[in-house]
């Protein structure tokens, strides 16, 4: 059965980083896109950032591009997010999310294309 299970949030200040971590198991992890979302109380969960699973491509939210990189490691079953400059705007719960492609090299953004998600980690960031 698969399961992805997220590591690295925090609190820290804004201005700061954090990298995310995202370990997956039990599926083969480069056919999946995979993705990071996050979600504010009160809000919807929306989408920050996805890899393709051969990791040439990657797709950015707006609120997030130019500070934040996805990169995954096929070896280690692991996606990363790191986050630099961190707003407090950025204060949520981050979910890590894995979508079975047949190409590669397709990016997934759409939330309803995802099927399996981890548990989440919580990001606050303090002005």
């Known amino acids: 059965q698969a399961q992805l299970v997220e590591s690295g949030g925090g609190s820290v200040q804004a201005g700061g980083s954090l990298r995310l971590s995202c370990v997956a198991s039990?599926?083969?992890?480069?056919?999946?896109?995979m993705g990071w979302f996050r979600q504010a109380p009160g809000k919807e969960r929306e989408f920050v950032a996805a890899i393709s699973g051969s990791d040439e491509k990657t797709a950015y939210a707006d609120s997030v591009k130019g500070r934040s990189t996805i990169f995954r490691d096929n070896t280690k079953n692991t996606v990363y997010l790191q986050m630099n400059n961190l707003k407090p705007e950025d204060t949520a719960v981050y979910y890590c999310a894995a979508s079975f492609t047949l190409n590669t090299i397709v990016v997934v953004t759409r939330l309803n294309l995802y099927t399996k998600w981890g548990q989440g980690t919580q990001v606050t960031v303090s002005s």
């Open positions: 039990g599926l083969t992890f480069s056919t999946y896109g």
